[in-house]
């Protein structure tokens, strides 16, 4: 495939740009390194020349007027942002690449405000350049039409008026952009009672819908180096994100340290200034339940508060959620790979995460087993530590 699969710098998730903004504001001096991981057990069906050339095309992108003026419609978006955002350039020479027996490693280093965004690009060329492989032999309409067929029977499952609601959460692993804009024009236009919205900065400005998402794990690991110490590393994050966008954005991702230690700091204080929370490992069942028990000890009424819901859901995990907290607490959902390239072959489950800042690691110990990805065993043995982290306690 030698045309670009990334067509602007739209073309990813919201959360890329509001922490990008943040760390313009707070950290335009914050050295990054993020690293490339594949969880599947065969190697993805992609070359190092593809990818590299498709990272060549991400240096050739610009936002341009029409883009930055729809950014500055966005109530959170400040204007000497989107002075930043007229400049910037994405340097493709930051992303290093390697394959060895088939496995590709990916490692980028700059400024963080710079390189954050190669996260979702390169995901998502990724599994496209992945999901291409299946093409091949003129069974290119094969794997559409059985995609499209799991897709109406999907669309076709959720009852009316249910009061269920979900936003996509596709970007990153979805198996085409086509297919991408497809599955949400589809979600817009067949359920257009319980779809909220997508994470996608171009199809909410392109098919006019709601740009949905606040933060992601790399930002609350980053304070594991820029906030006031290790211990306070969450609440410091909580607490910068709060002063930057004034109580706008207010769902707070749990699962950094693992949910256990999060409501150990998220205090009255930042319980009441939050819409709600995040969950994105361990069991949804027992994560909500933890969620209102620690609101109403805080004297907080769990009705007035929101709980998202974004960990590998399909319609029927989601709906049973949806049901089990109907009354208790307001429930959404995040949903991805399911809907986004779901094409009758297994698809990638690839991630790529912040590993170091300033020198120094950083870390995610989540709320399952098999999410973290750090190197450094000695930092991993100090976070447990510094938290009192343990695994089956979530």
Same mark, same amino acid.
């Given at each position: 495939?030698?045309?670009?699969?990334?067509?602007?710098?739209?073309?990813?998730?919201?959360?890329?740009?509001?922490?990008?903004?943040?760390? *313009?504001?707070?950290?335009?001096?914050?050295?990054?390194?993020?690293?490339?991981?594949?969880? @599947?057990?065969?190697?993805?069906?992609?070359?190092?020349?593809?990818?590299?050339?498709?990272? %060549?095309?991400?240096?050739?992108?610009?936002?341009?007027?029409?883009?930055?003026?729809?950014?500055?419609?966005?109530?959170?978006?400040?204007?000497?942002?989107?002075?930043?955002?007229?400049?910037?350039?994405? %340097?493709?020479?930051?992303?290093?690449? %390697?394959?060895?027996?088939?496995?590709?490693?990916?490692?980028?280093? $700059?400024?963080?405000?710079?390189?954050?965004?190669?996260?979702?690009?390169?995901?998502?060329?990724?599994? %496209?350049?992945?999901?291409?492989?299946?093409?091949? &032999?003129?069974?290119?309409?094969? *794997?559409?039409?059985?995609?499209?067929?799991?897709?109406?029977?999907?669309?076709?499952?959720?009852?009316?008026?249910?009061?269920?609601?979900?936003?996509?959460?596709?970007?990153?692993?979805?198996?085409?952009?086509? #297919?991408?804009?497809?599955?949400?024009?589809?979600?817009?236009?067949?359920?257009?009672? @319980?779809?909220?919205?997508?994470?996608?900065?171009?199809?909410?400005?392109?098919?006019?819908?709601?740009?949905?998402?606040?933060?992601? &794990?790399?930002?609350?690991?980053?304070?594991?180096?820029?906030?006031?110490?290790?211990?306070?590393?969450?609440?410091?994050?909580?607490? *910068? #994100?709060?002063?930057?966008?004034?109580?706008?954005?207010?769902?707070?991702?749990?699962?950094?340290?693992?949910?256990?230690?999060?409501?150990?700091?998220?205090?009255?204080?930042?319980?009441?200034?939050?819409?709600?929370?995040? &969950?994105?490992? $361990?069991?949804?069942?027992? #994560?909500?339940?933890?969620?209102?028990?620690?609101?109403?000890?805080? $004297?907080?009424?769990?009705?007035?508060?929101?709980?998202?819901?974004?960990?590998?859901?399909?319609?029927?995990?989601?709906?049973?959620?949806?049901? #089990?907290?109907?009354?208790?607490? @307001?429930?959404?959902?995040?949903?991805?790979?399911?809907?986004?390239?779901?094409?009758?072959?297994?698809?990638?489950?690839?991630?790529?995460?912040?590993?170091?800042?300033?020198?120094?690691?950083?870390?995610?110990?989540?709320?399952?087993?098999?999410?973290?990805?750090?190197?450094?065993?000695?930092?991993?043995?100090?976070?447990?530590?510094?938290?009192?982290?343990?695994?089956?306690?979530?």
């Amino acid at each position: 495939m030698d045309s670009p699969i990334i067509p602007t710098l739209l073309d990813t998730d919201l959360y890329k740009y509001t922490m990008q903004q943040s760390m *313009v504001h707070r950290y335009p001096d914050a050295w990054a390194r993020m690293e490339f991981h594949c969880r @599947n057990d065969s190697p993805l069906a992609v070359s190092k020349k593809q990818l590299k050339r498709q990272c %060549e095309f991400l240096g050739d992108l610009r936002l341009g007027s029409e883009e930055l003026e729809w950014l500055l419609t966005l109530p959170f978006i400040a204007e000497d942002f989107i002075d930043y955002l007229e400049r910037f350039r994405l %340097e493709p020479g930051a992303v290093k690449i %390697e394959q060895s027996q088939g496995q590709l490693s990916l490692v980028i280093e $700059g400024l963080w405000s710079e390189i954050t965004h190669f996260e979702i690009f390169l995901l998502a060329i990724i599994s %496209e350049l992945h999901g291409h492989s299946f093409y091949g &032999h003129g069974e290119q309409d094969d *794997v559409i039409a059985q995609g499209q067929h799991r897709l109406d029977e999907k669309l076709d499952q959720l009852p009316d008026n249910s009061g269920f609601t979900l936003v996509d959460f596709g970007t990153r692993r979805r198996f085409s952009r086509d #297919w991408h804009y497809h599955v949400v024009e589809s979600l817009k236009h067949r359920l257009p009672d @319980n779809f909220m919205g997508t994470s996608n900065l171009n199809l909410a400005r392109t098919i006019g819908l709601q740009p949905v998402g606040t933060m992601a &794990h790399e930002w609350l690991q980053s304070h594991q180096v820029l906030g006031k110490s290790l211990r306070s590393s969450q609440k410091d994050a909580l607490k *910068v #994100w709060l002063e930057e966008y004034k109580g706008q954005l207010g769902i707070a991702l749990t699962d950094t340290i693992s949910m256990e230690a999060f409501l150990k700091d998220f205090d009255v204080e930042l319980a009441r200034a939050y819409q709600g929370m995040r &969950h994105d490992s $361990g069991d949804p069942f027992v #994560w909500g339940e933890l969620a209102i028990d620690h609101y109403r000890r805080l $004297g907080i009424d769990p009705r007035t508060k929101s709980l998202v819901f974004s960990d590998k859901l399909n319609f029927d995990k989601a709906l049973a959620i949806h049901q #089990w907290f109907a009354g208790k607490i @307001n429930v959404s959902f995040g949903i991805g790979t399911y809907l986004t390239n779901d094409m009758g072959f297994k698809a990638p489950n690839i991630v790529l995460k912040l590993t170091e800042l300033n020198g120094a690691p950083v870390a995610k110990l989540s709320d399952s087993p098999g999410k973290t990805l750090c190197r450094d065993e000695d930092y991993i043995e100090l976070l447990k530590k510094t938290f009192g982290y343990q695994l089956s306690a979530a």
